[in-house]
Each structure stands twice: as structure tokens, then as C-alpha cells.
């Protein structure tokens, strides 16, 4: 082996190091690393709960589409929508705004 053979293994040697070092650095800190675990899992937590509170609003979203299917339309739930989209109601009846109390 002459010394030209030996300065290349060398380099070849160090730069192995070097991208194994860079490697090992990437797997503790980096975006997917040991060290970012609790920030993923804390995060996937907020996402189940997100996931959670969008499945209950769309249980709503399906059973107020079943009320107002045309063929079986629930007449409590129409009358509602059209006085509250239309602002109107009978001389007799009493309108008590909820979103006012506190």
C-alpha cells in the first residue's frame, strides 16, 4: 500500500465518521428525533382532540340533514330554522334571547 492509497482511505475514513456523526445528531435532534418525541406526541394528542370535537360537530351536521330530509321533513325543527332565519313570530308568543345573559 503506498501512501497515496493510504491518504485516500483516510479521507474515506473520516468522511464515514463524519456522515455517521451527522446521522446520529439528526436521530436525536432532529425534526423526527428523540429529543422532538413529547413535542410529536403532544401535538398528535391536540389532533385526536381536534379530530374528536369535528366528529361530534359532524353528528350534528347528519342528524339536522335527516330532519330536514324532503321526503320526512320534521315540521318542529323547520319551524324553527325559518323563524330564526327569518326573525319572525306570532303576537302571542314570547322571544327570549339566550345569548344575552351572561
Same mark, same amino acid.
Given at each position: 500500500?503506498?501512501?497515496?492509497?493510504?491518504?485516500?482511505?483516510?479521507?474515506? !475514513?473520516?468522511? @464515514?465518521?463524519?456522515?455517521? #456523526?451527522?446521522?446520529?445528531?439528526?436521530? *436525536? $435532534?432532529?425534526?423526527?428525533? &428523540? %429529543?422532538?418525541?413529547?413535542?410529536?406526541?403532544?401535538?398528535?394528542? !391536540?389532533?385526536? @382532540?381536534?379530530?374528536?370535537? #369535528?366528529?361530534?360537530?359532524?353528528?350534528? *351536521? $347528519?342528524?339536522?340533514?335527516? &330532519? %330536514?330530509?324532503?321526503?320526512?321533513?320534521?315540521?318542529?325543527?323547520?319551524?324553527?330554522?325559518?323563524?330564526?332565519?327569518?326573525?319572525?313570530?306570532?303576537?302571542?308568543?314570547? $322571544?327570549?334571547?339566550?345569548?344575552?345573559?351572561?
Amino acid at each position: 500500500m503506498n501512501a497515496h492509497t493510504a491518504k485516500r482511505e483516510q479521507r474515506m !475514513q473520516w468522511l @464515514a465518521l463524519a456522515w455517521l #456523526l451527522l446521522l446520529g445528531s439528526m436521530a *436525536l $435532534v432532529g425534526p423526527f428525533g &428523540l %429529543l422532538s418525541w413529547s413535542e410529536q406526541a403532544s401535538l398528535l394528542d !391536540q389532533r385526536r @382532540a381536534q379530530i374528536t370535537a #369535528l366528529q361530534a360537530e359532524r353528528a350534528v *351536521l $347528519v342528524n339536522r340533514v335527516d &330532519l %330536514l330530509d324532503p321526503r320526512n321533513v320534521d315540521a318542529d325543527f323547520a319551524s324553527e330554522l325559518t323563524r330564526g332565519n327569518l326573525n319572525v313570530a306570532h303576537p302571542d308568543e314570547f $322571544v327570549v334571547d339566550l345569548a344575552e345573559q351572561p
